[in-house]
């Protein structure tokens, strides 16, 4: 595969899947938003929704207020949209791109957990999200960063090499940006925030087995290095393999996840 596949990557992911398997997404989310001081009125940005878990404890919080949901993937938003139909006109979910996002000084707040790293240019998203907030408005996030789940991707990387799967691989490079808690921090200042803090938090994780790690990771981490993959005999393969290195860690199937906390205000 060449460089330009690579830049070219479907937006789509399982959502049927994500919304099933997503828990430690979803109990890391929840501490970002226990983190919230609101007075519930607020028109708050959930940036990168997914299928709308989260969403509906935000909404939750703000009785009288609303949030817009944006995400890149129709099949995340297909499945947010049944999930939070029964918060009628207070939640609007839109597909869109964090790199070229449609609001100026629109939103009280921003929400974001667990999107960011699948974004490249951090300067520009930083950016975007301090225009999209009114003046004084904050930023209250995480993602993946630093050496967020770097056991797998050094061995999903090393597999990607071998001779039955480079020609695969040519041009690939991983599609995430796992910043530290300084770079972040940078960006952020950058994009015109204050009070900027940032924090980096270990959040080792265990997956109740072979059968869970291999969807959990099939789906939720490497969807787009197997996208590189021609066939599903292959794909199959690449996961069984890491799947069994997996086995043999202590303790077995373990994801060394780091979660980068993100916040600010826009100045």
Sequence with gaps: MTSKHNQSFSREWNSDVYHRVSGPQVSWGKKVLSRLRLRGDEVVLDAGCGTGRLTAELLDALPSGRVV????SQ??????????????????????????????????????????HWVLDHDRLFANLRRALVPGGWLEAQCGGGPNVL???RRANALAATPKFASFFAGFREPWCF????GAADSLRRAGFVEVETSMEEAPTVLDGADEYNEFVRNIILRRHLENIP?????????????????????????????????????
């Design 69 to 72: 949901g944006i995400d890149l």
């Design 75 to 116: 099949n995340m938003l297909t499945t947010a949209r049944q999930h939070l139909a029964h918060f009628g006109t207070r939640v609007g979910l839109v597909a869109c791109d964090l790199l070229h996002l449609p609001f100026e000084s629109t939103f009280d707040g921003i929400v974001s957990t667990a999107a960011f």
């Design 151 to 153: 056991t797998l991707r």
């Design 179 to 182: 910043q530290d808690a300084e």
């Design 231 to 267: 066939s599903e005999e292959l794909r199959d393969e690449f996961m069984a393999e890491l799947t069994r290195h997996a086995a043999d860690d202590d303790p077995p199937f373990l994801l060394d996840y780091w979660r980068l906390n993100l916040r600010g205000r826009a100045g």
